[in-house]
């Protein structure tokens, strides 16, 4: 259980805050995700559409939207009002939506009432232990979690150059990447359980001022009002030059889904 414990100290400043200012910027430039999760939930996980779905840090919603479009009644549980109340700006006319204040490790939800929980970019924000015990309490009897991240690649010159540029401007993205939550703390948050691994490609298409959107979208880059803004986007539009081909360029994706039960 050492790695257990060691993700549980990968804390930099309260992460249900970190996005106060990033809320249009993430509505419009976050990656969404694979409408084969539907699928591959339902053939695989038995996730009719009958069943009662809890998104964990749903954030605006973009995870919450892929359920609630394939018809599933989903609870969207985020402790950040901003967030939250952009998500019911958003959503709130599907008539299976419904939004409550709450995190991972307190949900307010009713005990055994849930089918499913879903994490979209969010489990690495979570204290992991303490999570573990509020979804078993919140879960029905062989209830499943999915958690799942949009992992940029790093495989093209401009993937490379765009990570290390992002390296170089960041505040605290080292220490808060979610690619530091690896298979082995997935396996500790799941154990004695074993889990699925799903991969599926995923793109994104943007104009310069799509490319700056995204990348202020991240808690750990610089604001517009913040120190080191200037230096970063004069960095991102040389960058952007060297690599657009017809004024575009691409961001690829690993979209990766863990799924399991829990004990």
Excluded: C
């Excluded at 709130?92 to 307010?108: I, K, R």
């Excluded at 990348?215 to 690599?243: N, V």
């Amino acid at each position: 259980m050492h790695v257990f414990n060691t993700f549980l100290l990968i804390k930099v400043m309260d992460s249900t805050k970190r996005f106060n200012n990033r809320v249009e910027d993430y509505v419009k430039y976050r990656p969404h995700y694979p409408a084969q999760i539907i699928d591959f939930l339902q053939n695989n996980f038995d996730l009719t559409t009958n069943k009662l779905l809890a998104d964990v840090g749903a954030g605006t919603g973009i995870s919450t939207e892929l359920f609630l479009k394939a018809g599933y009644r989903v609870i969207a549980v985020e402790p950040n009002a901003e967030m939250r109340e952009k998500a019911i700006a958003l959503l709130s006319h599907y008539p299976a939506f419904t939004a409550t204040d709450g995190t991972a490790e307190n949900t307010g939800l009713e005990t055994s009432n849930i089918d499913a929980i879903i994490a979209g970019q969010a489990f690495h924000w979570f204290n992991a232990r303490d999570t573990r015990t509020e979804f078993n309490r919140i879960l029905k009897p062989g209830g499943i979690v999915a958690l799942i991240w949009n992992e940029r690649k790093t495989t093209s010159t401009f993937e490379k150059e765009y990570d290390q540029l992002i390296i170089k401007h960041a505040i605290d993205y080292v220490k808060v990447d979610h690619r530091n939550i690896d298979s082995a703390h997935i396996g500790a948050f799941f154990d004695p359980e074993p889990f699925d691994l799903k991969t599926f490609e995923n793109k994104q298409v943007f104009d310069f001022e799509g490319l700056a959107g995204r990348l202020l979208s991240s808690s750990y880059m610089p604001a517009k009002d913040q120190p080191g803004y200037g230096p970063m986007i004069k960095d991102l539009e040389i960058l952007f030059g060297r690599y657009q081909e017809h004024n575009m360029i691409t961001i690829n994706y690993d979209t990766k889904v863990y799924v399991g039960r829990l004990k």
